[in-house]
């Protein structure tokens, strides 16, 4: 072989080896972009786990949710941040969907909990009286989402049920 014919050799073994790294990289990528929507995937489920954990611990964030009777200041308080906290959760969400962190199934599943955090009138008037401290984009979803919503009944077949 000449000097010649070496050289196309070695330009043909050059560029095979060029498309072998190309396709491990981009197994690499796919491998990681999926291990990044675990996570965010994990992350989301923890958070939401917590949420219904208060429930559990603090019982009376329902009634200050959904009773006819005016709860206390500290009531008020204690839903007020229980709503802020769920709602920066469902923020952060959003964020990584916006991002393409979080696939659109997920983001829909963990969205629709908006219905239940804001089903209540008073859960309503604290958002109003808080949404102004979270990203503008989020609140304008959350306000076209929910504008024309009924509430949720859910506390009222709750204390229904025997």
Same mark, same amino acid.
């Given at each position: 072989?000449?000097?010649?014919?070496w050289s196309?050799?070695?330009?043909?073994v050059g560029?095979?080896?060029?498309?072998?790294?190309?396709?491990?990289?981009?197994?690499? +990528?796919?491998?990681?972009?999926? !291990?990044? !929507?675990?996570?965010?995937?994990?992350?989301?489920?923890?958070t939401?786990?917590g *949420?219904v954990?208060?429930?559990?611990?603090?019982?009376?964030?329902? $009634?200050?949710?959904? *009773?006819?009777? +005016?709860?206390?200041?500290?009531?008020?308080?204690? !839903?007020?941040?229980?709503?802020?906290?769920?709602m $920066?959760?469902?923020?952060?969400?959003? !964020?990584?969907?916006?991002?393409?962190?979080?696939?659109?199934?997920?983001?829909?599943s963990? $969205?629709? +909990?908006?219905?239940?955090?804001?089903?209540t009138?008073?859960?309503?008037?604290?958002?109003?009286?808080?949404?102004?401290?979270?990203?503008?984009g989020?609140?304008?979803?959350?306000?076209?989402?929910?504008k024309?919503?009924?509430?949720?009944?859910?506390?009222? $077949?709750?204390?229904?049920?025997?």
């Open positions: 072989m000449t000097l010649e014919e196309y050799v070695s330009q043909i560029v095979v080896l060029v498309v072998i790294t190309l396709v491990y990289l981009a197994v690499q +990528v796919r491998q990681g972009t999926q !291990l990044l !929507l675990s996570e965010a995937r994990q992350v989301a489920l923890t939401d786990q *949420g954990y208060k429930f559990i611990d603090f019982p009376g964030l329902g $009634r200050s949710m959904s *009773g006819t009777e +005016v709860p206390s200041f500290e009531e008020k308080t204690q !839903l007020m941040f229980w709503i802020i906290a769920q $920066r959760a469902r923020e952060h969400e959003w !964020l990584q969907y916006e991002a393409g962190a979080l696939d659109g199934d997920a983001w829909l963990y $969205r629709d +909990v908006i219905y239940f955090i804001l089903g009138p008073r859960a309503r008037e604290l958002w109003a009286l808080c949404s102004g401290y979270f990203h503008e989020f609140v304008s979803m959350v306000a076209e989402m929910t024309e919503v009924p509430l949720t009944d859910f506390w009222r $077949r709750l204390e229904a049920i025997d």
